[in-house]
Structures are given as C-alpha cells and as structure tokens.
C-alpha cells in the first residue's frame, strides 16, 4: 500500500484520491480551502449558495468520464438533466442549445434562416456532430495522451476503432480552417462558433484545435447536468467516496511547501504546521503553483515552463441574489450566454455566462429568490497591475464598478428587468479566485486547446509526482479534469502495485 498525499480537492483531486483509495492505497487528500471543489465549488453567503465558476457539468452520459467514474467507485450521481443546455443571445438573434439533435437541427436552420448561408451552417454542425462521436468513442477507451513513452503510444493506438477515421482529416486544423473550408464566411454564424468555443476550448475558432472544438460544441447533445443543491456536489459526492474507500479529507490545510529527496517527494508541510510524509504525490494544482510548493527543488523543465508559458485566462464574477419573477426571460431557461457586439473580442464582458439556480430550490436561495452566478473572460495582468500598484485601490475598485456594469447591462438582455430585483451583489476578479483556490494569480480554466500535439500531460520531472486538474489534458470543466484524473490514476497503479484481493482498473467497464 503506498501513501498517496493529493493537493487539493478539486474535481480532479478529489477524482485521483477516490480512485486511488479504492483501490486500496493509503490517501490523505490536504484542502486548503473549508469546502471541495475549487472552481467547481459552491458557497454560502447571506443564505444565497453561489457556484463560485462552474455551473454546468457534462460527462455524466454512459461511458462518459462522470458516468464510468460513478460506476467505478459506486456513486449514484445527484445531477438533473438541463435541456435546452443554455440559450445563446446574439446581438441580433438567439440560438437556444436544444440536447436533441434533431430540435438542435431545425434551431440553427431557424436561427440562422435569413442568411444565404444557412445550408452550409447546417451542414457544418452535422459534420462537427459526426466528428465529435468519434472524439467521444475514442476518449472513452481511455488514450494515455500525450504519451509520455512507447506504451503510453501503445495505449493510444490501441483505443483507435474504424469509426475513428472520421476525425483524423481534421487532426491537424483548427476549427476556424474547417468551418471556412466548408465555405462559412457568416460572421453571426462565426461568432457563435467563437463564444461556443471560449466557454469549452479557453480559445476561439481560429486557434481551437477542430477536434477538441468539435466535441465541445456538441457537448449540449451529449448532455449537461446540473448536480442538486449546486455544482459543489460532485466534489462532494467524491469526497464522501474517499472516506468511504477508508481515505482522508482533510479541511484548512493548505500545502506550504514538498519535501524532494532523490527526485521524489518524501513529504508535504501545511499551513497548520503538520508534515504529511508520501510515497505518492498528486497536486491538484497549476504548473506554477506546484513550482512554489517546490522551490528550489523544481526541475529545471518545470523551471522552464512556469517562465515561459502564457498565463492562463481570468474569470471576473458577478454573484446575485435576486428576487425572482416567473415572468421574466424565457421559464425554460436557466442557463444563458448572452454576446454584447460582433465588433468586439469576446471576453472582458463582451461574452457572458449567466446561470440561476433552479426555480424554487430552497438549498440554493430563500423562497421567492435565486441565486444567480455570471462570468466573462478576463486577462489577469491589468487586475492585478492595479492590486499590487500602491494608491492603485480607487482606480482597480472603478475597474469593478465598470465590469460589472458591462455585465448587469447584457444580462437585462436575457431578463429585462433582473437589475431592479437584486438584492445581494458580490463581484469576484482574477485577485478572488487567486485568494479562495489559490490558483497562481487566479488563472483559470487550464491552457487553450489549441492542438493535439501541445497538449500537457501529467508529469511534474519528479518520479513520484504528477498534476491533476485543468492544467493538464484534456484541460478544463468537470468532465475533462475527470478524464485527467483516470489517467493518473491508472499511472500510480502501475507504479505501485495493487492491494491484493482488490484488483483495480480504471478502465471503463
Ligand atoms: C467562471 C468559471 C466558469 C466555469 N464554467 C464551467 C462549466 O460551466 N462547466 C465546466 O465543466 N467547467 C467550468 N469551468 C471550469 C471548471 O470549473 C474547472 O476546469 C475545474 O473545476 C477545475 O478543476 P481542478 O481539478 O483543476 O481543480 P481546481 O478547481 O483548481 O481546485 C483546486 C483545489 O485545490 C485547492 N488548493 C490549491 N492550492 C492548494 C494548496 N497549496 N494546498 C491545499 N489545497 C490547495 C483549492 O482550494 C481547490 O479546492 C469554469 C471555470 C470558471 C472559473
């Protein structure tokens, strides 16, 4: 049995540990924070329960990541299907992301059925479709990538079946080629693409890989959920199977600094003055922060990333409390992304999300109210130019006032008159998320998926030590940090071998 120390109980993080401790390894997972989850999490404030990024969740269809991880370790998922998955409000139309294909069919041709256009739009989302089940097939049989050696390229071959061969074309174009190659020169329809492509691939048509940007985009097909009483119940759902698996949850104990003898870590220190001694560590963690926690014992190609690689995306949040009005937007909806103008970039509240939580659920908000959470995309650097500059505090505090005004702007868009009913407003930026999952400098959201072949794998330069999360493969949502999390864990067990009696795959049954 070997002592598994995971840092953090993300998604991820709390995924591996499960995984891990049911197979009969020794886990101790060190949260930082008072509740799991991370950017998946879900907070009380003024009895308001706010998903703090996170809001939708899918991956929990059969076979996939959610569905075999729930099967694997016994849990029974509290998540109710969301269809339509949200409604897209662009400046001039709205295109509702029925989970039908067929609705989902007859709704771009509605949407987009003034443009000359519209057959090419059509037949290019069905292309997207084909592609995407065979991205999705593929990933369930679980491909150790990138490869890190010959039999993790071995494991990828081998999860390759005939209907595969439908995406290979597309191995080597972004989503942006592809969509022009089929003669899509529409800018509405183009700007869908982009915002459809911001929220899943952390980047727009032009840069995002076709094949990851193919699944993403039919991700509302394959279904969405939300988990009862807020996102927050994934993690918790997975820290109740650690305890049950015999591992520990350990709450308020953030990791300061490792321990590296001989290229492996030995032990983790925590803010509480407790050393966690480990013959396996998973940090749940951005290359960055893991380098901190490292220090002078950082290998030098980790060294070597955390200098060079591009920070990740910010989010800035807006969480309402608000008094609810049947009336008001359209009562199928909860879930909308609303795009302010073609003309500008999407992000800094050009491009929202907004998500309420379910009418009349009294475990999110008191009766008559909603508790409703919206982000946009933000770089970090000018947040925190502003934090860090001194007498800066009255220019970063305007700075604020205006994103949140850009965005209570476009979400009257999707309900007219969400702004008089507000009772409870707190924003959150890049510094919040860097305080309360100590992302490095509250990045979010893991690295654009831009290609295949720039994919970041798990490894960390140390023997017994490997990142789980966004940062790494697939990148970020639920459903990717899991897929992230299978593959690590499947890389421990064969490292450290089984407890006898409890033979243990990760493989999807
Ligand atoms: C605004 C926003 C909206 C999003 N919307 C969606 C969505 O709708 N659907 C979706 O699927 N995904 C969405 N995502 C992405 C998704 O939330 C993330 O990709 C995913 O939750 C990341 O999981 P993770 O495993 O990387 O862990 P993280 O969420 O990064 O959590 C890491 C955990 O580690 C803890 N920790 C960090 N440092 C330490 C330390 N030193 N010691 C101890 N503990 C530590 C933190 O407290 C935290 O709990 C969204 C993200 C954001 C920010």
């Not at 022009?180 to 509405?188: P, Q, Y």
């Not at 591009?310 to 795009?339: C, S």
């Not at 919040?432 to 798990?458: D, I, K």
């Not at 023997?463 to 789980?468: F, I």
């Amino acid at each position: 049995m070997a002592k598994v120390v995971v840092i953090g109980a993300g998604v991820g993080g709390a995924t591996v540990a499960a995984l891990l401790a049911k197979a009969g390894h020794d886990v101790t997972v060190l949260e930082a924070h008072v509740y799991p989850g991370g950017c998946a999490g879900t907070f009380y404030h003024q009895r308001y329960r706010f998903d703090a990024g996170a809001t939708l969740a899918g991956g929990f269809h059969p076979g996939g990541p959610h569905d075999v991880v729930g099967r694997l370790l016994g849990i029974e998922w509290k998540v109710r299907s969301v269809n339509p998955a949200w409604q897209v409000l662009l400046p001039d139309r709205s295109v509702t992301q029925f989970g039908d294909r067929e609705r989902w069919h007859d709704e771009i041709a509605r949407a987009f059925a003034d443009r000359p256009q519209r057959d090419r739009i059509v037949r290019f989302f069905r292309a997207t479709e084909r592609v995407s089940d065979a991205v999705w097939d593929f990933a369930s049989r679980k491909p150790a990538w990138p490869p890190a050696s010959l039999a993790d390229l071995l494991r990828t071959a081998g999860a390759l079946r005939p209907q595969t061969l439908v995406a290979l074309p597309h191995l080597f174009e972004t989503m942006g080629g592809w969509a022009r190659r089929s003669g899509l020169s529409d800018r509405t329809a183009l700007t869908f693409l982009d915002a459809q492509l911001l929220i899943s691939a952390q980047t727009t048509s032009d840069y995002a890989s076709a094949l990851f940007g193919a699944a993403a985009s039919d991700l509302p097909r394959k279904g969405v959920t939300h988990p009862e009483g807020g996102i927050g119940g994934i993690s918790e759902q997975l820290v109740e199977a650690v305890r049950r698996f015999g591992g520990q949850v350990l709450f308020r104990q953030e990791v300061t600094r490792l321990d590296v003898r001989d290229g492996r870590v030995v032990a983790a220190h925590t803010n509480k003055g407790a050393r966690f001694e480990c013959d396996v560590c998973i940090a749940n963690l951005t290359p960055w922060d893991l380098a901190r926690l490292l220090g002078e014992f950082t290998p030098p190609k980790l060294q070597r990333e955390v200098r060079m690689r591009a920070e990740q995306w910010g989010a800035f949040t807006l969480y309402l409390g608000v008094e609810d009005d049947a009336t008001a937007g359209d009562e199928r909806v909860d879930h909308y992304q609303v795009i302010g103008s073609y003309d500008r970039p999407l992000g800094e509240g050009n491009s929202i999300f907004m998500s309420f939580s379910e009418r009349g659920d009294l475990r999110r908000a008191p009766a008559g109210h909603r508790a409703l959470t919206i982000s946009t995309h933000t770089r970090v650097a000018e947040w925190w130019r502003l934090r860090e500059t001194p007498g800066a505090k009255a220019a970063y505090d305007e700075r604020v006032a205006e994103y949140s005004e850009r965005m209570l702007e476009l979400a009257e868009r999707a309900v007219p008159g969400l702004r008089s009913r507000i009772r409870l407003q707190l924003p959150g930026t890049p510094v919040t998320f860097n305080f309360y999952t100590r992302r490095y400098r509250g990045g979010v959201g893991g690295f654009p998926f831009t290609s295949l072949f720039a994919a970041r794998g798990p490894w960390t330069g140390l023997r017994n030590a490997w990142l789980v999360g966004d940062s790494i493969f697939p990148g970020q949502s639920t459903a990717g940090v899991t897929m992230g999390a299978m593959r690590v864990a499947d890389e421990v067990l064969r490292s450290y071998p089984l407890v006898a009696g409890r033979a243990y795959s990760v493989a999807a049954k």
